[in-house]
């Protein structure tokens, strides 16, 4: 099967919409801001306020992620960007306790992977997460976070899934740096600025079905 990658940009937004939609009231904007938001309203009215910030976020460049698309039909996507475009990672218990890595590497992070339930099982968050990493990769490099899940029981609920697992990064060289919590782990890796690439060769890279379009 042929999926192709893109950015999240104003010319795919409307095909993020269609995810979005699926996803629920969130629209991936969580991590976005440095403070809840929305508090006390009801799921609907969230879902506006999300819409509204997430299409003004896009709008102004400050919103990343890799879309997968099957054919011209958006399947699934993978949030992406600079620590500081996803502040609210910053104010939970566990990383604060760890904090940012020390040194002058530019630090990202990688928070949200959504598949389209009729695709799921077939490797579409890896096809993003390695797209993600390639688009970090032409971009400088730095250091890059992930915090998957490790609980089995909040792992085996399907929104918990949404932040990636510890063996999906482990394959792509992250390594454990600390436990957030009873539930999460802090990972990471280095992609040197135009180094070699760092995600090695998806199946889908190998039979040439993975290939990149532009989003902005």
Request: hydrophobic share 35%; proline share 6%; aromatic share 10%.
């Amino acid at each position: 099967m042929a999926y192709t990658v893109r950015e999240l940009g104003r010319r795919t937004f409307a095909d993020f919409e269609i995810l979005a939609e699926q996803q629920g009231s969130c629209w991936c904007i969580f991590y976005q801001r440095a403070k809840p938001a929305g508090r006390g309203l009801s799921p609907a009215e969230q879902r506006r306020i999300n819409r509204r910030d997430k299409a003004a976020f896009v709008r102004e460049g400050r919103s990343n992620a890799i879309l997968v698309y099957d054919g011209r039909t958006p399947v699934g996507w993978c949030q992406y960007g600079p620590a500081d475009e996803l502040p609210r990672i910053d104010a939970g218990r566990g990383y604060h306790k760890v904090g940012r890595p020390t040194g002058s590497e530019r630090l990202w992070r990688i928070t949200c992977f959504f598949v389209d339930r009729k695709h799921r099982g077939k490797g579409i968050a890896t096809i993003a997460l390695e797209a993600a990493l390639r688009s970090i990769e032409k971009r400088g490099g730095g250091i890059v976070e992930a915090f998957p899940v490790v609980s089995e029981r909040m792992a085996a609920v399907p929104e918990w899934r949404w932040f990636g697992t510890p063996s999906m990064f482990r394959k792509h060289g992250f390594e454990r740096v600390a436990a957030l919590g009873t539930s999460g782990v802090l990972m990471r890796k280095r992609i040197p600025p135009g180094g070699s690439r760092a995600t090695g060769s998806s199946a889908a890279e190998r039979s040439g079905t993975a290939r990149p379009g532009r989003g902005r």
